[in-house]
């Protein structure tokens, strides 16, 4: 990933630019008691805590009756960006279900407090645990882990990170309670003046934290009847999930406009390029077919450039500028099998910041050979290799965030389109490139579309599963879900950390940066999906364990969130740090086992830090599961019945693909 950032930009270069632009004059004081504007009950940063109803009004056009509502001189400044527009958050109707609640406490030691460790996630729903995080509305206790952050210098700019061990659920409202927290020598942790006023008798009206008491005086009563003495509390807030409709809708949007234009026809396809392989050229692919598949375009540039936005009308919904149409660029690989019997079609998603091309790497090549599956790719627009400067330019200027999410649901369509050219009877399958000599076709299109992916691949591929019309399976190779907990933990990240700490260098800030960047991730990736993703679909989960570059804590969080069930056993025992291996996550039983399911595969690697780091030793695992023929035989059985076979003789899976 380095060396394709490097690439396209040059490190000198890069860093010679950023360092060039002038710093963004000094933020505006933000009005510290009125909604939208800072909270006073956080006076380390604005924004905090987060996420916060304070930062939401009523609405009751919305599914969950609010919408963000941030001032203008709240999200963190960076070097280019001067005040950020709000306008891309403030379309949602609350907040991510997946990324950290997160503040700043002083002093605050979470041993000597009690919190628990992402090694011990069953803690967190102790009856005395220090952190609580309470679904309002069911009284029910949500699982989670609590960190400070390892990438801030210790000191009173380091932010308390509360992760979600599971999503929370769509539209929910929560509240959170800190109670009992202690500092490096237990002596107890005091609220700041702001907290216990509000949080104390009632205020004169005049009072400038009067109307602040008033918006949480019934999430503190709502503490009180679950049984939490309100008197113990050193910080409690509450906020607002964004609803299913919000999280989804704009690519609902589109796909269902650009499904009712298709009809029930096929959509527009052109090859430009067949290449004819002997066995001496390649023993497993007996033809390359690369084309353009034609999408209407919903972004605001002809044809959707890298930076594009969704052109939106009055309402802000996506909609289509005139007849804008996106030639999406695909790649087939057809195996030599599929000239004796038409294979079956599956679309491949690529790695990170890639392309297209990731579809003829050997392991794909080797599941087509063995299994019989043509393989087509697409890029994966807004995180393909073209989007490369945009992603950088908006790390530096956060109000062109949303041009990422905006073209990366863009590409879903324009793989969907891709997915349903495969099924389709007078598609792909009608055109002479994907014919033998004597007119016979080369793939089944009644055995419907299928999905697999690896890394981003699978990251983003849950998304395109679960949107689908015609994708009822798909495969999520060494995936995880929610970049907010991802970054920080992955060796991909600290190249573009670099250009973000030159961007805004204050860490407590840059946490913040990255849950608001969450927010609007959650458009186009799994984690603003996870929650219906199984619904009436499956997946299979192939994880790396210690993998580098996607960190196992979040595949465990997308499992326990989809319900995939875990393939056991998972790890010899003993391998694990964690009290309770895989906490929260409900085993297979006895394979096959028909339904979506998570497999770890263990190449030796160290266990991951639990800190909010990268991996550093030991080889990465991350490419290895895919280069293993018998988890390419797990997946094709998978994608073909539902099942999830036993290929390990009954012990943990060992990937040892050399």
Not at 232 to 242: E, G, I, N, P, R
């Amino acid at each position: 990933m380095r060396r394709r950032l490097i690439g396209v930009l040059g490190a000198p270069a890069l860093a010679a630019a950023v360092l060039a632009v002038p710093a963004a004059p000094p933020a505006l004081a933000a009005e510290p008691s009125a909604p939208g504007g800072c909270d006073p009950l956080a006076a380390a940063e604005c924004l905090l805590p987060f996420p916060n109803d304070w930062y939401t009004r009523a609405d009751a056009a919305t599914a969950t009756g609010r919408r963000v509502a941030f001032g203008r001189d709240v999200i963190p400044r960076t070097l280019l960006s001067g005040a950020v527009d709000p306008a891309a958050w403030n379309r949602s109707d609350g907040f991510s279900p997946g990324s950290a609640l997160m503040t700043q406490i002083p002093g605050l030691d979470l041993t000597a407090t009690g919190a628990a460790p992402v090694t011990d996630i069953g803690a967190s729903l102790r009856d005395d645990a220090p952190i609580v995080i309470l679904d309002a509305a069911t009284g029910e206790r949500h699982p989670y882990w609590a960190e400070l952050d390892s990438n801030a210098p210790a000191g009173d700019r380091r932010a308390l990170l509360v992760h979600p061990a599971r999503n929370l659920r769509d539209g929910h409202h929560y509240i959170v309670a800190l109670r009992d927290l202690k500092n490096t020598a237990g002596g107890a942790i005091a609220p700041s003046a702001a907290f216990a006023k509000v949080a104390g008798p009632d205020l004169p009206a005049t009072d400038p934290l009067r109307q602040r008491q008033d918006q949480l005086r019934p999430a503190l009563t709502r503490l009180a009847a679950a049984g939490i003495d309100t008197g113990s509390l050193t910080l409690a807030w509450d906020f607002t999930v964004a609803s299913t409709r919000s999280l989804t809708g704009d690519l609902h949007t589109i796909r269902d406009d650009a499904f009712r234009r298709l009809g029930d026809r096929a959509p527009g396809t052109v090859v430009t390029k067949v290449t004819d392989f002997t066995p001496e050229q390649d023993a497993r692919v007996a033809r390359e077919v690369e084309g353009v598949v034609a999408v209407p375009s919903y972004l605001d540039t002809p044809g959707g450039l890298p930076g594009s936005r969704f052109h939106r009308d009055k309402d802000g919904r996506p909609s289509r500028a005139l007849v804008n149409t996106q030639a999406a660029g695909f790649r087939c690989e057809i195996p030599r099998s599929a000239f004796t019997t038409p294979s079956s079609p599956a679309l491949y998603g690529h790695g990170l910041l890639g392309s297209r091309n990731e579809v003829g790497a050997g392991n794909v090549k080797a599941m087509a050979a063995e299994h019989n599956f043509t393989f087509c790719a697409t890029d994966w627009i807004g995180m393909a290799q073209e989007d490369v400067p945009n992603v950088v330019s908006a790390l530096l200027d956060p109000a062109r965030f949303e041009t990422i999410p905006d073209r990366m649901q863009q590409g879903m369509l324009n793989a969907m389109f891709l997915g349903r050219g495969l099924v389709h009877a007078k598609g792909l399958v009608a055109d002479k490139a994907f014919r033998t000599p004597d007119g016979k076709p080369l793939i089944d299109p009644g055995q419907g579309v299928v999905f697999d992916g690896n890394s981003q691949g699978g990251i983003l591929g849950g998304t395109l599963v679960a949107a689908s019309p015609d994708i009822r399976r798909g495969v999520l190779g060494v995936t995880a879900m929610n970049y907010s907990l991802l970054l920080n933990r992955s060796s991909d990240f600290p190249t573009y950390g670099q250009v973000l700490d030159v961007s805004q260098p204050d860490k407590l800030k840059q946490q913040l940066l990255i849950s608001l960047f969450q927010m609007l991730w959650d458009r186009g990736e799994t984690n603003g999906y996870a929650g219906h993703l199984t619904d009436g679909r499956q997946v299979l989960m192939h994880i790396a364990y210690g993998d580098h570059q996607v960190a196992n804590v979040a595949a465990d969080v997308q499992a326990r969130t989809t319900g995939a069930r875990l393939v056991v056993p998972a790890l010899t025992p003993g391998r694990s740090p964690d009290r309770v291996p895989y906490w929260g996550i409900t085993p297979a039983g006895k394979l096959p086992y028909t339904g979506s399911a998570m497999v770890v595969w263990d190449s030796g690697t160290p266990s991951p830090p639990t800190t909010n780091t990268p991996p550093t030793e030991g080889e990465d695992p991350h490419s290895d599961p895919r280069n293993m023929a018998s988890a390419r035989l797990q997946k094709a059985v998978f994608l073909r019945t539902g099942q999830v076979i036993d290929v390990c003789e009954g012990a943990p899976c060992k990937a040892n693909p050399s």
